[in-house]
T-cell receptor, first 113, second 109 residues
Framework: DSGVTQTPKHLITATGQRVTLRCSPR?????VYWYQQSLDQGLQFLIH???????AKGNILERFSAQQFPDLHSELNLSSLELGDSALYFC????????????FGPGTRLTVT | GIQVEQSPPDLILQEGANSTLRCNFS?????LQWFHQNPWGQLINLFY???GTKQNGRLSATTVATERYSLLYISSSQTTDSGVYFC???????????FGSGTRLQVQP
């Protein structure tokens, strides 16, 4: 157990809908990172927050947004969902501001039908 | 953007064998990391190795940044080493990680 929790574990929704994925980092970690893993695109870095502020942005679509709250948990919002958004979404946390020493959550599997 | 290529794509070993996984990248990097994803999907950070050599038990990694490649060595492989190994790089001047497509390793008893 990495200490990083993600909810829900599974999510099934329809095209055009909006969903919110939640991540709670390990106690004491200030950084949260979001990743998407799909059969088509492989593993992709989406976005990084450190202590509430966005620090780095990867291949995140404009339909997707994220934030990190004062209690350091983070949410990834996915809107106008398409079939291609079906994927495993991981979050990771770290005490560092860089990508160093990340601990990954178990992931949320999103299925868009 | 930067290209990250991993080889081989698939590898089957007998328990106890050694293996070398390779990661080539197309541009200069500030950071290179190796990750393992076990058969149940859990991702683990193995090494942060922008240059030089590091060892952790039966695993070691070497990055030659000037030649734009990194190697992950697995010695005396065990069935628990099965899964997918990913290399990821942070290009110089850009704060983002780009992943390779992975090497799928199967260690047979």
């Amino acid at each position: 157990d990495s200490g990083v929790t993600q909810t829900p574990k599974h999510l099934i929704t329809a095209t055009g809908q909006r969903v919110t994925l939640r991540c709670s980092p390990r106690s004491g970690d200030l950084s949260v990172y979001w990743y998407q893993q799909s059969l088509d695109q492989g593993l992709q870095f989406l976005i990084h927050y450190y202590n509430g502020e966005e620090r780095a942005k990867g291949n995140i679509l404009e339909r997707f947004s994220a934030q990190q709250f004062p209690d350091l948990h983070s949410e990834l919002n996915l809107s106008s969902l398409e079939l291609g958004d079906s994927a495993l979404y991981f979050c990771a946390s770290s005490v560092r501001e860089t990508f160093y020493e990340q601990y990954f959550g178990p992931g949320t599997r999103l299925t868009v039908t | 953007g930067i290209q990250v290529e991993q080889s081989p794509p698939d590898l089957i070993l007998q328990e106890g064998a050694n293996s070398t996984l390779r990661c080539n990248f197309s541009d200069s990097v500030n950071n290179l990391q190796w990750f393992h994803q076990n058969p149940w999907g859990q991702l683990i950070n193995l090494f942060y190795i922008p240059s030089g050599t590091k060892q952790n038990g039966r695993l070691s990694a070497t990055t030659v940044a000037t030649e734009r490649y990194s190697l992950l060595y697995i010695s005396s492989s065990q069935t628990t080493d099965s899964g997918v190994y990913f290399c990821a790089v942070e290009p110089t001047g850009r704060r983002a990680l780009t992943f390779g497509s992975g090497t799928r390793l199967q260690v047979q008893p």
